[in-house]
């Protein structure tokens, strides 16, 4: 059995057990007596019940309504009480945002989920990167790596944790997602840009693109090349290193072939 097919298999344990965890942790909670929502905006009386009464499976659109939210006088309770549900609909790819899965991030962010208890806030901690290693390792993961990597970073206003995941998971698959991940990145990135939205006003936006492009430049590039990822995507990473004048006259910027 070769090495890739033990690290999904071992991923896929993983985050079986990880989900599991939730269900435990979270089992019974339910939002606050008191929560309320605009009936002409989120929904009705009998839904908002719904949250008040643990355990009861959600309907999509209420899981979503929910989630997406911003105006509970509670966030954090109702997402204690939606999150086993939630995460297992995150993980089979149910879960559609308008701009990106870092909208479920800053759904999490808003919550505060670090500062909870340390049994819950270890068992959402736990599950954020299980789920992150899976969409590294498993050919069969629902959600691509670089969406579920945006949901984390904003999810916890940093990026070392999800990086230090990367190095150590490697593999043709895991390069394989790399390379996506820099395709999908480059243009906002060469822009001077982050390639996704960061809704959490605590979170530093530049630091976090400094943060990768110095990841990309360092581990990301030599690693690349070692999987013999093609030239052009090596030659972004390059121009990422490079400022002003020096990146846009360089003859391998995307501008001289389009």
């Known amino acids: 059995m070769h090495l890739g097919h033990l690290q999904h298999l ?13 269900s435990a942790v979270f089992h019974g909670m339910t939002a606050h007596r008191d929560e309320h929502n605009c009936s ?5 009386a009998e839904e908002v019940s719904l ?3 643990p355990d009861v499976e959600l309907e999509p659109d209420l899981l979503r309504r929910t989630w997406e939210a911003v105006d509970w006088s509670d966030h954090a309770a109702v997402l204690r009480r939606i999150l086993p549900q939630f995460a297992t609909a995150l993980v089979a790819g149910r879960v559609r945002a308008l701009s990106g899965l870092e909208e479920v991030g800053y759904s999490l962010a808003r919550g505060r989920w670090q500062q909870w208890p340390d049994e819950q806030a270890d068992a959402v901690s736990e599950f ?3 789920w992150w290693v899976q969409s590294l390792t498993d050919p069969d993961a629902a959600v691509p790596a670089h969406q579920v990597f945006a949901m984390c970073a904003e999810a916890s206003g940093t990026l070392g944790p999800w990086l230090a995941d990367w190095e150590e998971h490697t593999g043709p698959l895991s390069d394989r997602r790399l ?4 395709g999908e990145w480059a243009y906002e990135l060469l822009g001077d840009g982050l390639p996704w939205c960061v809704h959490w006003h605590e979170h530093d936006e530049d630091e976090l693109r400094a943060e990768l492009v110095g990841w990309l430049l360092g581990h990301a590039a030599t690693r690349l090349r070692a999987s013999d990822a093609p030239a052009d995507l090596r030659h972004r990473i390059r121009l990422l290193g490079l400022t002003g004048e020096a990146r846009w006259t360089d003859p391998h910027w995307p501008g001289h072939r389009y």
């Open 51 to 53: 949250l008040k009464t």
């Open 10 to 22: 071992a991923a896929r344990r993983r985050l079986a057990a990880a989900l599991d965890g939730l």
């Open 179 to 182: 390379a996506e991940a820099v």
């Open 40 to 44: 002409c905006h989120w929904g009705s």
């Open 128 to 130: 954020l990167h299980a």
